[in-house]
């Protein structure tokens, strides 16, 4: 596994509740100077969107046959599928945040035919930690202070990913994730914090109505 010592060192701090260091653009920009191609394409694919069914893009990680194209000959129409095919950790995510999902799912609806159609039924993992960060979500007071309460709680699952890894692939990966959850963050203001909520819970029901078309 390749080791980019100058690219880690040169990244500037981080956090929550402070300003983006850079542009998304701007460390895109830097890092394809640094990686290698596969790598990049690895790192430029990563997103806070969870892929769409994680049992798929595994094998890619193994080097075995996938409906998916590998990392380094696809297209953005493949979104996060090429990170979690390349990168443990934005495997790690997608599960985390499909589970918080789902978990907000089932907490806003009472209908049981809909509360675990986010994914299919083979990828839900019962997990008592996010479910009960959904239910302190749902209790927030406003949607902007329901969406810092997840927010906190993805910044605090990034920062866990981290650990043990210093210089590879994965360590820019969640830099990259944490850098959009920043940037994010950021745009939002007490003022657009409802509409921002409700569309993105509303892409998540639309998102759950087009996979129980299929």
Same mark, same amino acid.
């Given at each position: 596994?390749?080791?980019?010592?100058?690219?880690?060192?040169?990244l500037p701090g981080v956090s929550l509740d402070s300003e983006p260091p850079w542009t998304i653009e701007g460390f895109l920009e830097f890092t394809r100077e640094q990686l290698t191609p596969t790598d990049y394409q690895t790192l430029r694919s990563a997103s806070l969107e969870p892929? %769409?069914?994680?049992?798929?893009? %595994?094998?890619?990680?193994? $080097? !075995?046959e996938s409906a998916h194209t590998p990392a380094g000959d696809s297209d953005e129409s493949d979104g996060n599928a090429d990170a979690?095919? $390349?990168?443990?950790?934005?495997?790690?995510?997608?599960?985390? %945040? !499909?589970?918080?999902?789902?978990?907000?799912?089932?907490?806003r609806t009472?209908?049981?035919?809909r509360q675990n159609a986010y994914l299919r039924s083979s990828d839900h993992i019962e997990d008592s930690y996010v479910h009960e960060i959904a239910r302190e979500a749902h209790a927030a007071a406003n949607p902007l202070d329901a969406e810092h309460v997840l927010d906190r709680a993805r910044y605090r699952f990034l920062d866990e990913l981290e650990v043990g890894h210093f210089f590879d692939i994965d360590r820019l990966v969640v830099y990259y994730l944490k850098l959009q959850l920043v940037t994010r963050r950021a745009l939002q203001t007490v003022e657009n914090g409802r509409?921002?909520? %409700?569309k993105r819970y509303d892409s998540v029901l639309d998102q759950m109505g087009a996979i129980q078309n299929l």
């Open positions: 596994m390749a080791q980019y010592y100058y690219a880690v060192a040169a892929a %769409e069914v994680v049992e798929e893009l %595994e094998p890619l990680r193994n $080097g !075995t979690v095919a $390349g990168s443990g950790a934005a495997l790690h995510w997608h599960r985390f %945040e !499909t589970n918080l999902r789902n978990a907000l799912i089932r907490v009472e209908d049981p035919n509409s921002v909520f %409700e």
